[in-house]
């Protein structure tokens, strides 16, 4: 079993900058590709990016493209989102997944976190 904890959210002004961080705790000797989601009131959960097992292999949701940055040291190191110039579009829950495969479908992944509330203010 994997326990995802993400943390990092909190409240910024439209352009301003967050770093979220995603632990996997349990099984951690077997590394996983891993994701970003978000969900923001009413609307469904949206693909945000997505990175490899060891980090080389990165893919984005065209809404974040050039402004955010997903990362990880290494397959046994937590997982990043750097969010730059962020939106009032982009307030939202956050939440880290893992999966077996490399996917940008939530409904493929395996384990997520319980989220982390990320708020842009205009």
């Known amino acids: 079993q994997v326990q995802l904890v993400e943390s990092g959210g909190g409240l910024v002004q439209a352009g301003g900058s967050l770093r979220l961080s995603c632990a996997a705790l349990?099984?951690?000797?077997?590394?996983?590709?891993m994701g970003w989601f978000r969900q923001a009131p009413g609307k469904e959960r949206d693909f945000v990016a997505v990175?490899?097992?060891?980090?080389?292999?990165?893919q984005y949701a065209e809404s974040v493209k050039g402004r955010f940055t997903i990362s990880r040291d290494n397959a046994e190191q937590p997982v990043y989102l750097q969010m730059d110039s962020l939106k009032p579009e982009d307030t939202a829950v956050y939440y880290c997944?893992?999966?077996?495969?490399?996917?940008?479908?939530?409904?493929?992944?395996?384990?997520w976190g319980k989220g982390t509330q990320v708020t842009v203010s205009s």
């Open positions: 990175i490899n097992r060891s980090g080389t292999y990165t």
């Open positions: 349990g099984r951690t000797s077997t590394s996983l590709p």
């Open positions: 997944a893992a999966g077996r495969v490399l996917t940008h479908l939530a409904d493929d992944m395996d384990y």
